[in-house]
Nanobody
Framework: QVRLVESGGGLVQAGGSLRLSCAAS????????MGWYRQAPGNQRELVATIGSGGRNYADSVKGRFTISRDNARNTVYLQMNSLKPEDTAVYYC??????????????WGQGTQVTVSS
């Protein structure tokens, strides 16, 4: 079974930092592109950052503040979040996506971790 388990969320003051971790199962980690999404109350889930063979990609709202990385030996992807703003408050979800030989995309999601930034 593919499993993604997030950790590292919490309450932080504006301007502070948090590092989120996503531990993934070996069955998917080496083959999939990994990413972080977030969803605030009343909003749609949005892309925060991705990392894959093609490099890294970030939402405009987090460029220069967030960094996504992965440790293949530990099957873990990280999201380092610096200079946090209240608007970053959301539930953050780890994502793994894999394109099948038939060209279809499979997405896997963690349960999410809450990040709350106070002003």
């Amino acid at each position: 079974q593919v499993r993604l388990v997030e950790s590292g969320g919490g309450l932080v003051q504006a301007g502070g930092s948090l590092r989120l971790s996503c531990a993934a199962s070996k069955s998917i980690f080496s083959m999939a592109a990994m990413g972080w999404y977030r969803q605030a109350p009343g909003n749609q889930r949005e892309l925060v950052a991705t990392i894959g063979s093609g490099g890294r990609n970030y939402a405009d709202s987090v460029k220069g503040r967030f960094t996504i990385s992965r440790d293949n030996a530990r099957n873990t992807v990280y999201l380092q979040m610096n200079s946090l703003k209240p608007e970053d408050t959301a539930v953050y979800y780890c994502n793994a996506n894999l394109v099948t030989p038939g060209g279809l995309r499979n997405d896997y999601w963690g349960q999410g971790t809450q990040v709350t930034v106070s002003s």
